[in-house]
């Protein structure tokens, strides 16, 4: 895959992919929070980034299209065939002018910093050799580590990603050998160990060429074996900006999920 270099023009455009249907929580984006639409907070963060331009939720369904028009707010409608949501965000660049710079903000992270998007997206329009940026946090929890679904990340010194896995990574082997082999005792015994883990999180910036060009690359076998998207780029060469963040989100999969992210803003209104 090609490497893309300096961007002309940096216009940066937040888009959000936002699908009607989930598995664990089916309209979860509609959920009424503090008055208004799970979707909307997620939109109001975005627009709230001091280095982004024009907001743009993309969406298969017209409930969804509706609550963010009907709040004055700009959305697109993209096909229901979509696998991915950079498929459904490339849908929309390919609309947006050449040398765009492209924010995909998940849709279910109505708590998402703003600061958090503006760090991201600094960290492109500062580095002409990077495809794509994305966001890290540190790990507090020794669960995290062992938990699949909690996605980890490792970096070069120089900030660019070496690799992202579901597994633990790095792998502190010594002091798993000294507690008998099992890393959850490890973690137990040396809580020092968590300084080493980085939780990768979900909200990526491309380079609108870049994207539409990942957009057609087949998926690759790592990618397929991990079932971690962003080890396509990586396998095909493209240069991962990862920047450590500080202030960490709640991404709405579940019920349980949606009351604390509820909770949370009637605690802080």
Do not use: W
């Not at 990768?200 to 870049?210: A, K, P, S």
């Not at 963040?245 to 949606?258: A, F, H, K, Q, R």
Request: charged fraction near 25%; include cysteine; aromatic fraction near 4%.
């Amino acid at each position: 895959m090609e490497s893309h270099g300096k961007n002309p023009r940096q216009i940066v455009t937040a888009v959000i992919p936002a699908r009607y249907e989930s598995t664990r929580l089916r309209g979860k984006l509609l959920l009424p929070l503090g008055g208004k639409p799970l979707i909307l907070h997620t939109l109001d963060r975005a627009r709230a980034a001091r280095n982004v331009d024009r907001v743009i939720v993309a969406t298969d369904d017209d409930r969804i299209y509706s609550a963010v028009t009907d709040a004055g707010c700009e959305a697109a409608i993209t096909s229901s065939e979509h696998r991915s949501g950079s498929d459904r965000i490339a849908e929309v660049a390919g609309a947006l002018p050449l040398g765009s710079v492209v924010v995909n903000v998940q849709g279910d992270e109505p708590l998402i910093s703003p600061s958090t998007i503006e760090k991201a997206v600094d960290a492109m329009l500062s580095d002409d050799s990077a495809d794509i940026a994305t966001t890290c946090e540190p790990i507090s929890h020794a669960t995290d580590v062992t938990d699949p679904n909690v996605v980890k990340v490792v970096a070069d010194s120089r900030g660019y990603a070496l690799y992202f896995s579901r597994s633990p990574i790095p792998f502190p082997r010594d002091a798993v050998m000294r507690c008998g082999g099992a890393l959850e005792l490890a973690l137990r015994d040396e809580p020092g160990l968590l300084s080493r883990f980085r939780k990768h999180t979900g909200l990526y910036v491309y380079r609108r060429e870049y994207l539409l060009e990942f957009r057609s690359a087949l998926p690759t076998s790592l990618e397929e074996t991990e079932s971690l998207e962003q080890l396509r780029a990586l396998q095909n060469g493209a240069r991962i900006r990862v920047v450590e963040v500080e202030e960490p989100s709640i991404g709405v999969d579940t019920l349980d999920d949606y009351n604390r992210v509820r909770g949370l803003m009637e605690a802080n209104v």
